[in-house]
């Protein structure tokens, strides 16, 4: 218990040293992961079962080489294909996001900067200080949350694509 009270102290003195545009990035960070962890479960868990279940319907189709056949083929390759694509355009927005929240918290650190020089003079580097943290912290935030998030949409991308072409493939072997 005391483990944890003491993460939650380091927490909250590292958002306040961020200032409120780290605590907005934050949470865009936490919900463009959960977003990105809905996705790899779905990949693992409930797209298996459509490709099973798609599959087990083509099977049992009598005609597969008929031009309405084909349509029926691609009308659920498609229907597969934008449930892999699911909330990847809303995760790769979130993605480009972080660098741009961590540009606005830079710009409002550096304007507590110039308000502590314009009060105090130019002379105080302790005043300074906690303006030059809440410009420097955020833009490290937003990059490291676009990094992390651009790898994990690039993959779930490739994911995304390289399972359409497997089930593609699957359906037109069991073309006879």
């Known amino acids: ?13 590292f958002i306040e040293t961020g200032g409120v545009v780290l605590l907005v990035i934050g949470i865009l960070i936490f919900v463009m992961w ?31 080489r008929s031009w309405n056949a084909e349509q029926i083929r691609q009308a659920w390759i498609s229907r597969v294909s934008l449930k892999l694509g699911g909330n990847l355009a809303i995760i790769q927005a979130l993605v480009a ?8 918290g830079t710009v409002t650190g550096m304007i507590e900067v110039f308000d502590v020089m314009a009060i105090t003079g130019t002379g105080s580097a302790r005043s300074m200080a906690s303006g030059v ?8 935030a937003g990059m ?17 694509r390289r399972e359409r072409l497997k089930l593609e493939d699957r359906l037109l072997m069991d073309h006879n």
């Open 133 to 140: 943290s809440k410009a420097t912290i955020p833009t490290m």
């Open 144 to 160: 490291v949350g676009a990094l992390s998030g651009v790898m994990a949409a690039t993959w779930l991308k490739r994911t995304a």
């Open 34 to 64: 959960l977003m990105i962890l809905e996705r790899i479960f779905y990949y693992l868990k409930g797209h298996r079962q459509l490709k099973k279940q798609i599959l087990q319907q083509w099977l049992a189709r009598a005609d597969r």
């Open 1 to 13: 218990m005391l483990f944890l009270a003491e993460f939650i102290n380091a927490i909250r003195d």
């Open 97 to 104: 996001l972080c660098p741009l929240l961590g540009l606005m």
